[in-house]
């Protein structure tokens, strides 16, 4: 099987970061496609690619910008020819950094924002990469021994777990809340158009749990130490998830300890 190649978008710091690493440290054949806003600003990256020569390719990217994702698109169809793995990492809080706490604090503006970046970034991904991950080797997760089931490609949204509609008995965090219910509904979307495809493309939403990092930074006092994640093994317990995925486990939503999430 030709080596397999993943694609990390949002990676210059935080979760999409750490999924270049490990990718790069644990699939010894594998290649990385890093994007990224400023790849002239992630020294975090460059550094990466120069331990693992030829094998991270790190490419401009910002979500909101469809041109970028079109453009990110025929470069990789250029170098490469196909994909196995598409991870959306990217997503902010809110335009403040803090989660509204009631209405007060709801801004047309804040939620559009927000919505652009978390939910329509990622399906905009979709619409330009899957023509990719159908030409994939399903070099990730597990193929099941009948052809009819296998898959060529995954595609990974990272959701929250505050997405989920089911689980919301606290309230608050509108704009958050609500990109990541609406980013759910568009892998679920995704999971039939692309499971009734030959090949098929597994889509999956996944949560990696409260990780330190900026993006939940502002909380982070309020959370016990033993359930604030490193990025390490947030992770690494995600990749276990990938490694297991087949088309069996498409269109739902599961969390960093494997458990299915409600929606
Ligand atoms: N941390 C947590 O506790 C937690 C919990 C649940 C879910 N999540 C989810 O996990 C994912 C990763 O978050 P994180 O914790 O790693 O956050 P983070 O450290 O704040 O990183 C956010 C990343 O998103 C990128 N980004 C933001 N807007 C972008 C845009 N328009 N185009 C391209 N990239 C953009 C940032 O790039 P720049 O460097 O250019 O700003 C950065 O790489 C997110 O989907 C988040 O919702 C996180």
Redesign the pocket.
């Known amino acids: 099987m030709a080596a397999p190649i993943a694609l990390i ?10 999924f270049c690493r490990h990718i790069l440290k644990n699939k010894s054949l594998a290649t990385v496609v890093a ?4 790849p002239d ?2 020294a975090k990256l460059r550094s990466l690619a120069g331990q693992h020569p030829g094998r991270l390719t790190v490419l401009r ?5 469809e041109e ?1 994702i079109r453009g990110a698109a025929e470069r990789v169809k250029e170098s490469f020819g196909r994909l196995d793995l598409v991870v ?6 809110h335009p403040s950094g803090k989660g509204e706490t009631s209405l007060r604090d709801v801004s047309a503006q804040g939620i559009i924002s927000t919505l ?3 939910t329509v ?1 990622p399906l905009v991904m979709a619409k330009y990469f899957s023509p990719l991950l159908l030409k994939g080797s399903g070099g990730f997760g597990q193929q099941p021994a009948e052809k009819a089931k296998q898959h060529s490609g995954i595609i990974v ?6 997405g989920s509609i089911g689980d919301n008995g606290l309230g608050g965090w509108y704009s ?1 809340r609500m ?2 219910a609406a980013l759910n509904m568009a892998t679920r979307n995704l999971s039939i158009e692309l499971g009734r495809s030959r090949p098929k493309v597994v889509c999956v939403s996944l ?11 502002p ?1 982070h006092q309020n959370v016990p130490k033993d359930k ?2 490193s ?1 390490e093994h ?1 992770v690494n317990c995600l990749m276990s998830i990938v490694d297991t995925l087949n088309i069996e486990k498409t269109g739902k939503a599961y969390s960093w300890d494997g458990t299915e999430l409600p929606w």
């Open positions: 978008q949002g990676a210059s710091r935080g979760l999409g970061f750490e994007t990224c806003r400023n600003g992630a990217l910002d979500v909101n910008h970028d959306n990492s990217s997503a902010m809080l652009t970046t978390n970034g949204n990272i959701t929250a777990k505050v958050y990109s990541k949560h990696p749990g409260t990780v330190n990092t900026e993006l939940s930074r909380y604030l994640f990025t947030s």
